[in-house]
């Protein structure tokens, strides 16, 4: 009964700082950068174009700040959200149902003169018959003022994820094991896997850049179902084999090895590695950066 009067409380605050926003003249004053700020997921929180360009430098807002049992956190929301032009990414933040609501509000602000850019974000379907097949985004993004998807196959234009920026990737790494397993966070719940991979060495999405970097930079191979290992790990040249636990790991450009926890090891010697993505990826970014900024009046 608890779980229910908390889940229907959360449902009011969302409804309500969804229709006090819709119903709020809107303004274009500066600009804020919404994402999902997981400390608790590297790959989440490294993912925004703030983190890069000193132009937005200070200027973010998590995506789920609007449900916040916290009335100066939903204001702030309101605030920040109705008087400034919006950078949404990135991160899998289409097709999700988690942030369903919060993208639907954006796509309705388009009507109210609202500048809009999505950038860097991308599907994130978690039903296995979708994962490898092609469904139309869950909002119209024409209607938005610049759109850049990680989604290669995907209509807009294809902007891979902004952390490819990090200077962390600019380091030279030695490698010194052969294979190395990094973890999603939901995969940490599962003890019976854990106990059977404990063999290998293993890391997770839950520790921080530098040693979940460093810890793809010893390996030769790296096998996971965490996305932005999956991604950083091609950026650094390694050997990917992906456990793919949604649709986002099927539409990078630059395809892994796709398996399973069950069949990884005897698809291990498929895998391969590419040259110059990171350079790509970050050029991308730059042209992309210059359009958004010049959108914006930055």
Excluded at 83 to 109: A, C, D, P, V, Y
Excluded at 185 to 199: A, F, G, S, V, W
Aim: charged share 25%; aromatic share 12%; net charge positive.
């Amino acid at each position: 009964m608890k779980n229910i009067i908390s889940s229907l409380k959360r449902k009011r605050i969302k409804n309500k700082t969804i229709s006090t926003i819709l119903n709020s003249d809107q303004k274009n004053d500066s600009v804020v950068n919404l994402h999902r700020i997981d400390k608790n997921n590297v790959g989440d929180f490294y993912c925004a174009p703030h983190l890069y360009f000193d132009v937005l430098k200070d200027k973010s807002l998590d995506i789920f700040d609007y449900k916040v049992d916290d009335k100066n956190v939903t204001n702030n929301f309101i605030e920040k959200i109705s008087n400034n032009s919006l950078i949404i990414g990135g991160g899998g933040l289409l097709n999700r149902s988690g942030f369903s609501k919060q993208m639907k509000m954006f796509e309705k602000l388009t009507d109210k003169n609202k500048k809009i850019v999505l950038w860097g974000l991308g599907h994130n379907r978690k039903d296995p018959s979708t994962f490898n097949k092609k469904v139309d985004y869950n909002i119209n993004i024409s209607r938005f003022g610049l759109v850049g998807t990680r989604d290669y196959s995907m209509p807009g234009e294809y902007v891979p994820c902004v952390s490819c920026m990090h200077s962390i990737f600019d380091k030279d790494y030695s490698s010194t094991q052969e294979t190395g397993i990094i973890f999603h966070k939901d995969t940490l719940k599962k003890n019976n896997l854990l106990k059977r991979l404990e063999n290998y060495p293993t890391s997770s999405n839950t520790t921080n850049l530098e040693e979940m970097v460093g810890f793809i930079g010893k390996s030769e191979t790296i096998v996971t179902d965490s996305y932005h290992a999956m991604y950083w790990s091609l950026l650094l040249n390694k050997k990917v084999v992906a456990i793919p636990n949604s649709s986002k790991f099927y539409d990078f450009k630059y395809k892994p090895v796709f398996s399973s926890f069950d069949n990884f090891e005897d698809d291990i010697k498929k895998g391969h590695s590419y040259s110059g993505i990171l350079e790509e990826c970050r050029e991308i970014n730059h042209k992309f950066a210059d359009k958004v900024f010049n959108y914006l009046n930055l």
